[in-house]
């Protein structure tokens, strides 16, 4: 018996001894062999969860704490399901779809996962770029095509370094999830440094009472501005009234929307099933599932974007002193072309705030807007927590964080795309293949600081509402799964449990799919669901005809 075995075999005695005992014991146990839920928080604390907090924090303020939490909840409702149908049968989920499904729903996941991961790796090279260039070495490295080109070399070669250690056994899994496990801490670390010393320091805007308000779900968000916008709109006319409320509630259901698609991604899904069979977890390790997606998954996502939105929300939501005149279109209009050429920074600045000042009450309040609504990136944060964290906190810690998240999210999404390349020709992973899949991607990320450019982060917004569409391809196949007789045998939870699985599984999927109708209406129209119905009939009619076949 290899030293593998041997470990897997104690590894199932130990669960087995605390299956009956109390949550204390449950928890010490569980709290040493945790693992893929670590991976699932390397994941989705990248570019994508950066962006959509800082979006819901300066659209919404600390109104939209609950975003965020919740809609992890919901995810780690589907992941649970996922984890019990992968634990309880021992296949591998894509082969069970096929079989079981649908092979049309089987390989929509696989190719929606794929072209997921080869989207949100471009925006991370980018923000490892602009964290090393901005936060942590400013002046070092210029805006050029070499510099980009040299920051994208090192971080792929960390990322592939990371990558190669997955593939050397057991040993080299347990050092794998321990660098990522790192990284994460370094980003939870990070933020949680910068809003201690915010919440401390002189003059804080930072309201702790209106944090934990703002964790109670607030779905009026989606139909009405929030208050703070509220005295500005009443000073306008009529018609730029009802333009700036319509605007302000598509920019908050845009950032709803986003922070969703961010928190949970269809590629996430695909993840954890088979990291989890990769460290040949059974059937006993199904409560160990649901605790380590809880532990590795939740805390840690819930604590870091928190903090994120919280600095957010209180440096630009409603923050007249970090408003920046530039933002505002409609005062920019008015400089002439010599003075928009001719003009530095400062004395633009100077310029513009004097054209404000004189301005009538209506149009200072359109302008005002602007610049409140303004998009916001993570390098405006650091400078606007300067003179409350000093420079340490602000881009050196700040900038840890961001590259962490970077980097940890770029090694996830390459080792994602090596188990579906594997899937997709049907070879066992590791190996090869599962190089080849990884370097696909880190290869096409490699030129992510040139394709994204300047705004780069900013187009992580319709990639997220984009991967929201995605996202109901896995829940609807994962509902299916759960009530297969044919995949699950006398393993389908039956009476109760099958009806709190369901009741939970309906409306995190009902969530998400109104999500991706929502938001793929709100880019093309009525395109986006008739799309979504298509699919949905085309599932029912090739599951029809699996079922058929196998009768």
């Known amino acids: ?65 609950w975003v965020q939490p919740l809609a992890m909840i919901l995810g780690i409702i589907m992941l649970s399901a996922i984890a019990y149908v992968t634990l309880s049968t021992g296949e591998r989920p894509f082969r069970s779809i096929n079989k079981h ?55 792929l070669a960390i990322a592939t370094t990371i990558i190669w250690s997955y593939g050397a056994g057991s040993k080299g899994v347990a050092r794998f999830e321990l660098l990522l496990k790192i990284l994460v801490g370094l980003v939870v670390i990070s933020f949680i440094g910068v809003v201690i010393v915010l919440t401390f320091a002189a003059n804080s805007p930072l309201n702790w009472a209106n944090v934990i308000s703002g964790l109670m779900p607030d779905f009026g968000a989606l139909f009405r501005p929030s208050e703070t916008f509220l005295p500005y709109i009443d000073q306008l006319d009529p018609i730029d009234r009802d333009k700036w409320t319509a605007d302000i509630i598509g920019r908050q259901r845009d950032n709803i929307i986003a922070a969703f698609g961010t928190t949970v991604g269809i590629n996430m899904t695909f993840l954890l099933p088979y990291s989890m069979l990769r460290r040949k977890w059974g059937k006993e390790h199904r409560g160990l599932a649901i605790f380590d997606l809880s532990t590795g998954l939740f805390i840690p996502f819930v604590i870091a974007t928190g903090c994120l939105v919280i600095a957010a929300a209180s ?28 003009l530095s920074s400062e004395e633009k600045s100077d310029k513009l705030e004097a054209i404000y000042i004189a301005m009538p009450s209506k149009e200072k309040a359109n302008a005002t807007l602007e610049m409140m609504t303004a998009k916001r990136n993570q390098f405006e944060l650091a400078n606007a927590l300067k003179p409350f964290t000093g420079n340490l906190f602000s881009q050196y810690v700040f900038g840890i964080g961001v590259l962490a998240m ?73 509902l299916l799964m759960m009530n297969s007789k044919s995949l699950l045998g006398d393993r389908r939870p039956e009476g109760s449990s099958l ?46 005809k699996t079922i058929s076949n196998t009768n």
């Open 406 to 478: 970077a980097v940890s999210t770029i090694v996830i999404l390459m080792l994602i795309n090596g188990f579906a390349v594997c899937e997709m020709l049907g070879v066992p992973d590791g190996g090869v293949p599962h190089r080849v899949g990884c370097l696909i991607v880190g290869g096409i990320g490699f030129f992510g600081p040139l394709a994204w450019g300047e705004l780069g982060p900013w187009l992580a917004i319709p990639v997220s509402v984009f991967g929201m569409t995605l996202l109901p391809i896995a829940y609807i196949t994962f």
């Open 101 to 155: 499904i649908s092979p049309f729903l089987g390989w929509a996941w696989l190719g929606a996962t794929i072209v997921a991961n080869l989207v949100w790796v471009l925006p991370q090279f980018n923000l490892a770029f602009g964290a090393i260039a901005t936060n942590l070495a400013p002046g070092v490295f210029p805006e050029t095509t070499g510099s980009k080109l040299l920051i994208s070399a090192i971080v």
């Open 1 to 65: 018996m290899s030293k593998t075995e041997d470990a897997l075999i104690k590894e199932k005695e130990l669960l087995s001894s605390v299956a009956n005992k109390g949550t204390g014991a449950k928890l010490k146990t569980y709290s040493k062999l945790c693992g893929p839920g670590w991976l699932q928080s390397a994941i989705t604390l990248g570019g994508g969860s950066l962006v959509g907090a800082l979006g819901v924090g300066v659209i919404g303020g600390l109104n939209f704490m």
């Open 499 to 544: 009806l709190r699985w369901n009741i939970l599984m309906i409306i995190a999927t009902t969530v998400a799919t109104l999500g991706a109708g929502w938001a793929s209406y709100g880019k093309i129209g009525w395109w986006g669901p008739g799309l979504i119905l298509i699919f949905g009939i085309l599932a029912l009619l090739t599951r029809q």
């Open 315 to 342: 440096q630009f939501h409603g923050n007249m002193e970090n408003n920046k005149f530039e933002n505002s279109a409609s005062l920019v209009e008015q400089l002439t072309e010599k003075e928009k050429s001719t």
